[in-house]
């Protein structure tokens, strides 16, 4: 009980893998070859580079020179370039603009950011681009234009690019590496300390040969 309770603590909290062969960051440090991950951690990878994320139904190969930051269900482009195949609706955001598979069935699509201009290739299903204005508009507008005035389908094999109407919002650094102090709200050092009491409770409880309290000096 006391090894599995932190491992599934930690579960709960991981929500993917990051798997590389080096020269790939996270959160601004080196990672290993293979590190979890969790929401708001900000993946680098370098020149010649690359890296796989896998979760449940879910895989995203990262192309060199790419920047991004992973948030679960939704994976938000900075700069550069992925491959996505899923079946659980991972979506691709880039500034104001948002891919989405069609349905849930498996779905490949490619997603490149390069000076300014979103291209996304369907490779198998079809995928969404909904680009959101960055600009007031009223409810009457819309409504006049209809509910997705500004979605289009990529169908399977086509490609279809649209410049980046706003830029990305500025990436909020996971806090499990900011400081020394931040380790200690991490799950790793969570399942520590719950070892610990574990070790030091059952080392009391299960000294059978002498009483917790003696009687006798």
Request: aromatic share 4%; with cysteine.
């Amino acid at each position: 009980m006391i090894v599995i309770l932190p491992v599934s603590l930690m579960a709960d909290d991981t929500a993917a893998m990051l798997r590389s062969s080096g020269g790939v960051l996270v959160n601004k440090n080196v990672a290993p070859a293979s590190v979890a991950l969790f929401p708001d951690d900000l993946i680098e990878t370098q020149d010649k580079v690359a890296a796989r994320i896998e979760s449940s139904g879910s895989t995203a190969d990262i192309n060199p020179d790419t920047v991004l930051q992973f948030e679960g269900d939704e994976l938000v482009l900075e700069h550069g370039s992925l491959s996505v195949n899923t079946s659980r609706g991972l979506k691709v955001r880039i500034g104001c603009i948002t891919v989405t598979p069609v349905n849930l069935d498996w779905t490949h699509y490619d997603v490149a950011d390069m000076n300014g201009k979103v291209t996304v290739s369907a490779m198998k299903n079809d995928v969404y681009i909904d680009s959101r204005s960055n600009t007031a508009q009223s409810a009457k507008d819309k409504a006049k234009q209809g509910a997705h005035f500004d979605r289009v389908t990529v169908r399977e094999s086509e490609e279809k690019s649209r410049d980046e109407k706003c830029p990305a919002a500025p990436v909020k650094l996971s806090d499990r590496f900011a400081a020394k102090g931040a380790i200690m709200n991490s799950p790793w050092a969570r399942g520590a300390g719950i070892i610990g009491i574990g070790v030091l409770t059952c080392w009391a409880l299960c000294r059978s040969d002498e009483p917790i309290s003696p009687s006798g000096p």
